[in-house]
Structures are given as C-alpha cells and as structure tokens.
C-alpha cells in the first residue's frame, strides 16, 4: 500500500472513528441530555417571569438593577418600541430577525410591558451532540471535511517522499545528476530537511565519482609515459644488448613507476580509510628533521631550506609517517619552484589550541584562480615545467588529504613579497 493511502486512511479512519463514538455517546445519553435541556429552558423561564415583575413594579431602573445582579443577564434583552436595548447592548442576529416576524414564537419574544418595553429570550442552543445525530446531512459533511483535511495532510507528508524515491531510482540508474530539489513550501519540516540532505549526498556522489574518473584518466596517462620509455629501452636493448643505457632507462623508469604507483596508493588510502593517530609527536623536532633532509638535497642545486625553530614546544597526536610525508612533500615542492639562489623559509607559530606551519618559496607563484586546485591530484600549473621538474602533482594532494586525515587545514596563497605560501594549522595533543 502507497503511504499516501496510509497516511489518508490512518488519519481519515480516526476522524470518522471519534465522530462515531461521539454519536454513540450521545446517543446513549440523549435522555440525560433533552432532560438536562429541559431543566435549562424552565430555569430561563422562571427567571423571565421575576424580570417581567420587577420591570412591571420598578420600571426600567429596576429591570437594569435586576439584570446587573442576575446571572442569566446575557440571556434576556429589554427593548422599546424603538428596537433600543435597554443595556445598550446589540441584539444576536437570530433574535433581530424573530422581533421583524409578524408572527414571533412567544416563548422567545414576550408581550409589551406598560412601561414600553418587552423582553427578548435567547433560549439554549440544543447540545451538539444532538444537533449532528438529528441532522445527517451535518454528519455527512463533518466526514467530508474531515477526509478532505486527511487528503491534504497525507499529500503534504508523501509528496516529498515520493520525490525522494524517483530521485533515488534515477540514482541508482547511474544518473548522477538527479536530485530530488527545493521544497516551495515556506515552513521546513523533517522532510524537506531530509530532501536537502539527499540532495547534498548526491552531489557529493556525483563529485566523487567524477573525481575517480578523472583519476583514472590521469593514472592511465601518466603510466603511459614509463611504460613507452620502458618498451623503447626494451627495443634498443634486443638490437643491442651490451647497451648499457638502456638498462639504466628501464632501472630508472621502473623507479619512477614504483614512486608513481605508491603515491597513487596513497592519495586512494587518505581518501577512504581512517587513519590511526597514536604517537605524540614533537612538531617542532620532526620539522626540523625534515627541513635537514630537504637542505641536504637543495644544496646541490644551489638553493637552502631554512627553519627558524621556535623556544616553546608543540606536541600533536598524529600518524608520525604520514605526517612527515605531508610535511617533506610540501617543503621539496617549495625546493622544487623556487630558482637557484634562493631560500624555502619555514616557519612555525603556536596559536589557540593549534599550531601553525608555514612554508614559503620565492618561485613565480600560483596564478589566484588556480590556488584552490593545487591540492588535486595530477594537477599541474605549468604541466611541462613539471614534467621537467620529476613532479606528478600527486605530492600536494597527498599532503593535502594527510592534514585533513589529522584534523589540521591546509590553504596556499601568493605571498605579498612574491612566491608561493603553504600554512598548515595541526590540533595541539
């Protein structure tokens, strides 16, 4: 059964099941109820005959002292001749229309007084109860009501469930771009919530997927290049086997392709798996170890790294090998771009209950609209300057997604005094 039709049925059953135990309520107690209707309607009589004495004795003063202390007062109306209530009130629409009938029952408009005046009765409504058992077409249009107000409340809860379960068929049918879409109604509830939340995850989905299929794109193209080095090295090694060079080709592109396939293992690791935090590590220490290494290998190139190593310590609970993979990728990348003659300056600031790294080169820079795209894998600024460089654009990726797995942030930006700057902010232990 469809919800619409449960939700209907359930709300709609309920109306029609109290409706019915109010009738038989009623029913059951009818005589109670036209006796408790009659006891009422001789009260309202007795008391019209002692207003009827004190305005025939006392005139209208005494009507209004009467009516002042009665508790029947909303009840009975004194009017003139001229239709004025004597209390300045305005008479109910049912009894202005029995005083304009020439033949008004007497039990609701009495006789004229000698003072002027005559007395208007507003007898008890008859209960409810009664009304509807008496009056089936009120009945029937009770239930109509009701069924027509459990038809809108079953729309208004399955409307965006069927929404949602089309989208999720066109989803699950490999159109990623189906969405279940905005509500146009003005109040959010759970359900519109839960369609914009549906809405998100498949963007997200059809973001992940389109990053795969683009990293399987980049991984079969650089895996390409290698491996056609390889087969040419292959070829010239057939006709001549005592060369030396080709064998040194294939060592070295073997090495590349190892490096290759295990940063790419990496980056696919940092993106699904959880990664384990369980060493206490001394920031300070471990960047300084880094920069070290990265100076070593600088030096020939006639560049340094330089670090200005702070008094004060700073411990982060941390994945220490995946740290310091992210930190050695990020410095020899600022080693990578910066020209001969020049320093990778670093840079460490404790904050608030984190810490800061920063790492600056004095290379061209990032171009501003490609600043948020560095940290993508296979992305390059200048592909052939890269090619040249060794690099694949996998090495800021993986630092990118090693800060996250840490709960850090990573962000780049052009330094004011030119080359490219790289802040890292790490949770304190």
Same mark, same amino acid.
């Given at each position: 059964? /469809? ?6 049925l ?13 009738g038989?309520?009623? %029913? ?22 002692r207003?009827?004495?004190?305005? $025939?004795t ?33 008479? =109910? =629409? ?22 002027? %005046? ?17 009056? =089936?077409?009120l ?18 809860f ?6 949602l379960r089309?989208?999720?068929?066109r ?6 771009a ?33 990053a ?16 056609a ?24 592109e ?26 206490w590590v ?9 920069? /070290? ?40 990348n600022?080693v ?33 609209p ?6 993508? =894998? ?7 300057r890269?090619r040249?460089?060794?690099? %694949? ?15 850090? $942030?990573?962000?780049? /930006? ?16």
């Open positions: 059964m /469809r919800i619409f039709l449960k939700i209907f359930t709300f709609w059953l309920t109306v029609v099941l109290i409706a019915v135990a109010v038989w309520v009623g %029913y059951q107690f009818r005589g109670e109820v036209e006796s408790h209707a009659r006891l009422q309607w001789m009260q309202l009589l007795s008391q019209r005959q207003l009827w004495a004190a305005l $025939e006392q005139g209208p003063a005494g009507a209004r002292a009467w009516l002042a202390a009665s508790p029947f007062r909303g009840r009975f109306f004194v009017v003139d001749r001229a239709g004025r209530e004597l209390l300045g009130r305005a008479l =109910p =629409p049912f009894l202005r229309a029995r005083t304009q009938l020439p033949d008004a029952p007497f039990d609701t408009i009495g006789p004229w007084s000698k003072t002027g %005046y005559r007395i208007l009765l507003a007898p008890p409504r008859h209960p409810l109860l009664g009304v509807l058992f008496h009056r =089936p077409g009945l029937s249009l009770a239930f109509a009501v009701s069924a027509l107000v459990a038809a809108l409340l079953a729309r208004h399955s409307s965006p469930i069927d929404r089309l989208a999720a068929s989803l699950a049918q490999g159109e990623l189906a969405r279940a879409g905005p509500l146009s109604r003005r109040l959010r509830d759970e359900l519109s919530t839960l369609t914009v939340d549906f809405d998100r995850m498949a963007e997200r989905l059809e973001g992940l997927v389109a795969h299929r683009r990293l399987l794109q980049d991984v079969s193209h650089e895996l390409r290049t290698p491996l080095r390889m087969r040419i090295a292959l070829a010239i090694e057939e006709r001549s086997p005592e060369a030396v060079g080709a064998r040194a080709r294939i060592e070295q073997v090495n590349r392709l190892e490096q290759l396939v295990g940063q790419i293992l990496d980056v696919s690791r940092l993106e699904g798996e959880q990664v384990v935090r369980d060493v001394d920031l300070p220490e471990l960047v300084d170890m880094v920069v /070290r290494d990265a100076d070593f290998e600088a030096e020939p190139q006639g560049k340094d790294v330089r670090f200005d190593r702070p008094a004060t310590d700073a411990v982060v609970l941390a994945d220490d090998r995946l740290l310091r993979a992210a930190l050695e990728n990020v410095i020899r600022g990578r771009h910066t020209p001969p003659g020049t320093s990778v300056e670093v840079g460490l600031k404790g904050r608030q209950g984190s810490v800061e790294i920063r790492v600056r080169d004095h290379g061209a820079g990032v171009p501003l490609l600043l948020a795209d560095i940290f993508k =894998p296979f992305f390059r600024v200048d592909d052939a890269d040249r460089s060794g690099g %694949y654009g996998l090495g800021l990726a993986i630092a990118a997604r090693a800060v996250r797995a840490h709960g850090g $942030e990573i962000h780049a /930006r052009n330094h004011p005094a030119g080359g490219l700057e790289i802040a890292i902010e790490l949770p304190l232990a």
